[in-house]
């Protein structure tokens, strides 16, 4: 049973309880937004489209236009998942890589095709019920009347334009002019104008997301890609689908926690739940160092694998089977041991993100996330569109034996990933914590703070968190007991305190009980959790 009374966090924030509907996400405009489309009449799904289109433009440090999304949604029985992730274009080749060892970060070359207005037409042509074009209308306003800029993003806004001010060639200009004031980043309390993104929004709303992929958006795309060092073409875009995926789970203590397949990383969680499943946390307290030390070793071990062999399974074989399969779980388990171990990938059997839930009152619920990768993307925007072009393809890897490898038409392996969970077969809600290689990590410390220490959704969110970085390398937020940290350290673990929070990612859950909607937000940033 969820202890909904306390908080036992330095937040001391209770969760947020409605009926009728919920919307959560990491900034407050967007999920008034949602809310406003919620109480308009409309259901989960155009609650979702109508937050994340306005994310595009009140928090666009961390996602766009230009980037990919994933979905899962609980229609009130069955749950489905879209994949919205771009492919590479049919012209970007291992040719043009000579002279890297790894994919470049800010550049043309690691731009994937977007997949975040496809994503929104087919969930709405699936799921919606309120006309396409009045769900964007918010995200409209705010672009076309500004929006004043909140203080996490305005952080996250001033290290992007000092990391970007190193960027030279024409490619990244547009940049500067659409996302600084003469080369300064707006500040909190400023109010920040985007008329270019407003445009593209009316043309995408009007199209019904045609005219990105088809139309004069895509023509733009091609010709600045033409004249800048790009290989994108309209081609590419036209050629741009998404896929309607089955979700994958594993059982974990009686609740089935849900992912998005391959080329997603949620199944990093799923392995390491597996794993984690043969102890027994109940006989350590949350904040404990045990139960520290069997989490991060269980998620080192199930994270490895992911690493190893997600890529495109459309494009190789991903053995999902085998790295769900609770046999290969116990075997990975043996190798857990009293002190910090060198994870290696096993040989199983074959067989800058923003994050979003929704619900309503019939039902429905929906876990979505859509981001650029490393905040605003490559760096390159598309003049006169405030399309900021994601760089996702930095995840491809050169090496020709990995499944990961850089080839065209191919999805890279993909960092967001949206979560669910499910009991007897009825919704009990959306997760997720969005943050690149802190996702699937995050997920499973969610659903431990959850289902072993029974944390209401806000104390879930506000507990303490770790961060696996590589072999026996981990960070602990700074508020994380020391005696925990010095603990870590006798097994072996190389453990660092962070003082800043940014790289442990920010969350968001709804549960449903009963008829009770319950909902939290990440304190680490600007979010909002909306009921009513």
Not at 163 to 182: C, I
Not at 259 to 274: F, K, W
Not at 390 to 396: H, L, M, S
Not at 484 to 491: T, V
Request: with cysteine; proline share 6%; hydrophobic share 40%.
């Amino acid at each position: 049973m969820l202890q909904f009374q306390t908080n036992p966090y330095s937040n001391q924030r209770l969760s947020s309880f409605g009926s009728r509907g919920a919307v959560c996400t990491s900034q407050t405009l967007a999920a008034q937004a949602g809310l406003a489309i919620l109480q308009k009449g409309g259901n989960a799904v155009d609650a979702a489209i109508a937050t994340a289109a306005c994310l595009t433009v009140v928090e666009p440090t961390s996602n766009g236009i230009g980037g990919d999304a994933f979905a899962l949604v609980w229609d009130g029985s069955k749950l489905h998942g879209l994949n919205a992730s771009g492919r590479s274009p049919q012209n970007l080749t291992k040719n043009l890589l000579e002279g890297h060892s790894t994919m470049p970060q800010r550049s043309w070359l690691s731009v994937t095709i977007p997949g975040v207005p496809s994503a929104w037409r087919d969930l709405h042509q699936k799921f919606g019920k309120l006309p396409f074009e009045e769900l964007l209308q918010s995200a409209i306003f705010y672009a076309e009347q500004g929006f004043i800029v909140p203080v996490t993003v305005a952080q996250n806004w001033a290290n992007a334009a000092q990391n970007y001010s190193k960027l030279e060639g024409v490619e990244y200009q547009p940049w500067f002019e659409t996302f600084t004031r003469n080369g300064r980043a707006p500040q909190a309390g400023e109010r920040f104008f985007m008329p270019d993104h407003a445009k593209t929004l009316r043309r995408i709303a009007a199209t019904y997301s045609q005219d990105f992929y088809s139309g004069e958006i895509a023509k733009a795309i091609e010709d600045f890609a033409a004249q800048t060092g790009g290989v994108i073409s309209r081609e590419d875009l036209k050629n741009h689908h998404n896929t309607w995926v089955d979700p994958i789970s594993t059982n974990y203590r009686g609740y089935d926690i849900w992912e998005i397949p391959p080329n997603g990383q949620g199944i990093a969680t799923l392995s390491a739940l597996n794993i984690l499943e043969g102890f027994d946390l109940s006989h350590h307290a949350r904040d404990c160092i045990e139960s520290y030390h069997l989490q991060i070793e269980s998620l080192k071990l199930g994270f490895t694998d992911a690493l190893a062999y997600v890529a495109d399974p459309t494009r190789v074989e991903v053995p999902i089977e085998g790295l769900l399969s609770k046999a290969y779980a116990d075997q990975r388990r043996a190798l857990i041991g009293e002190e910090a171990l060198l994870p290696m990938a096993g040989q199983p059997p074959k067989g800058g993100t923003v994050y979003l839930c929704t619900a309503d009152a019939d039902g429905m619920m929906v876990s979505y996330i859509q981001s650029n990768y490393a905040g605003f993307g490559s760096g390159i925007v598309i003049p006169k569109t405030g399309i900021a072009m994601q760089n996702r393809g930095a995840n491809f890897s050169l090496d020709p034996a990995h499944p990961n490898c850089l080839e065209p038409n191919k999805r890279p392996y993909h960092t967001i990933i949206p979560g669910f969970l499910t009991k007897d077969n009825q919704a009990v809600g959306p997760f997720g914590v969005m943050g690149g290689f802190m996702q699937p990590q995050g997920h499973l410390q969610m659903v431990v703070n959850t289902i072993d220490y029974a944390l209401h959704p806000q104390a879930a969110l506000d507990a303490p968190r770790w961060q696996w970085l590589e072999g026996r390398k981990i960070e602990l937020e700074s508020q994380t007991p020391r005696y925990i940290a010095e603990g870590l350290r006798q097994k072996k673990h190389q453990v660092s305190l962070q003082l800043e929070n940014g790289s442990f990612g920010r969350g968001q859950i709804i549960w449903r009980i009963g008829e009770a909607l319950i909902a939290g937000t990440e304190s680490r940033c600007d979010g909002a959790a909306l009921v009513f």
